[in-house]
């Protein structure tokens, strides 16, 4: 089964990238894979709290759209850049999803470091979104 795989981040830019990740999940016929990445921080139960909701909702949308889903939460410590490639490396995925924010004219001579690290090391192709 073909697997396309999100970066997400409950942002106005993870918001758009959520959006395309379903429609291009639909046009497919793939499995969507969610991953949620961050550098694990200790003792902070209340950000974990939220995480894990903001993650069960995406999961009812996903699911909502008649797209098959798994969500991960990897706390390895790494790069959420190295976590993404590493997951869409392991399921072969046919497409990675991203999303960028708006930057001022001095940020746009260089990308996020995630962002760019994942627009130049991905094995397939990486469709990079901006919010509204």
Known sequence: ???????Y????EGEAALAASIAEAQLRAADL?????????????????????ELD???????????????RHPETGLDAS?????IAEELDAELVVIGLRRRTPVGKLILGSNAQRILL???CPVLAVKSD
């Open 1 to 7: 089964m073909p697997t396309v795989v999100l970066g």
């Open 9 to 12: 981040v409950p942002k106005p």
């Open 33 to 53: 894979v969610v991953v949620n990445s961050h550098r694990a921080r200790h003792g902070d139960g209340e950000d974990h709290d939220s995480i894990v909701a």
């Open 57 to 71: 909702e995406v999961r009812v949308r996903v699911g909502e759209a008649g797209v098959t889903v798994d969500v």
């Open 82 to 86: 190295e976590d993404l490639l590493n």
């Open 121 to 123: 090391d991905a094995h």
